[in-house]
C-alpha cells in the first residue's frame, strides 16, 4: 500500500477506482435480481418481517452504489492529484464504503447460515399455505407469488458471489483510504511521497531558477536512474 507515487500512483488509483466501479456495479445488480425475484414476496408476509433478509439486502444494494461513487471519486483524484477536497472526498467515501461493505459481508452471511440452517423455510414465508411448514429444499405444490423451483439454490447461488464481491470492496477501498492520507501527509505511507513531492519541488525551482540546470541536470538524472 505504501508503494504510491507521483509517476505510477495515478495509474494504479485509477484502475482501483475502475474496479470499484465494476464491481459495484456487479454487486447492485445481484442485489436488485435477489430482491426483485424473491425479498419483496417475503419482506412482509402476514405481517411478518423478515428482519436479517430484508436489512442485508438493502445494505448489499447500498454497498454496491456507494461503491460506484467511491470508484468516481478515486478516479477524479489520479486526475486532480493536487485537489485538497478531493482527497477529503476520497477519504470520507472509501472509508464509509469500507464500513457499508464489511457490515454487507457480515449481513449476507447470517441470511446465507440462517437459510441453510433452516433448510431455506423463511425463503416461503409468501406462500398462501396452511398451518405445515414449507422447506425450499423439498418443493411441493403451493400457492407462491414467485416460482419456488430452485428457490435455494438460486438465493444462495446469488448471496455467495455477493460475500466475495463485499470483500473485495472493503480491499478496494481501504487502499483508497490509505491513498488519501497519504495525500494529506498523514498514516504511515505519507513520508516516502511527501519527500518524493520535496525533491520534485526542489528540482522544479532550481531549473526555473538556473534554466542551464535543467537540460543537464535532467538529463543526467534521467541517465542515473537507468542503473541500478
Known sequence: MCGFDKEK??????????????????????GAIVHGSVLRHISKPDGRIT??????????VTSGLLSIASGII????????????????????????????????????LAIGHTVAYDGRALMQGCNTTEAQLSARKPIQADCPFD???????????WIPSVLLAALEVGLSLWCFVVGLTLRGLGPCAH?????????????NRAVADPDFSRPGLSLIGQTSDYP
Open 9 to 30: 500512483g495515478p495509474g494504479w488509483l485509477m484502475k482501483k477506482g475502475i474496479s470499484l466501479i465494476l464491481v459495484g456495479h456487479i454487486n447492485f445488480l445481484l
Open 51 to 60: 428482519t436479517q433478509y430484508t436489512a442485508a439486502n438493502i445494505i448489499s
Open 74 to 109: 478515486a478516479i477524479l483524484v489520479s486526475r486532480n492529484l493536487s485537489n485538497g477536497k478531493l482527497h477529503i472526498g476520497l477519504l470520507i467515501s472509501s472509508f464509509l464504503n469500507a464500513l457499508l461493505s464489511a457490515a454487507c459481508g457480515i449481513g449476507l452471511l
Open 148 to 158: 419456488t423451483t430452485r428457490i435455494y439454490d438460486t438465493t444462495l447461488s446469488l
Open 192 to 204: 516516502s511521497y511527501i519527500k518524493e513531492q520535496l525533491e520534485d519541488e526542489a528540482l522544479t
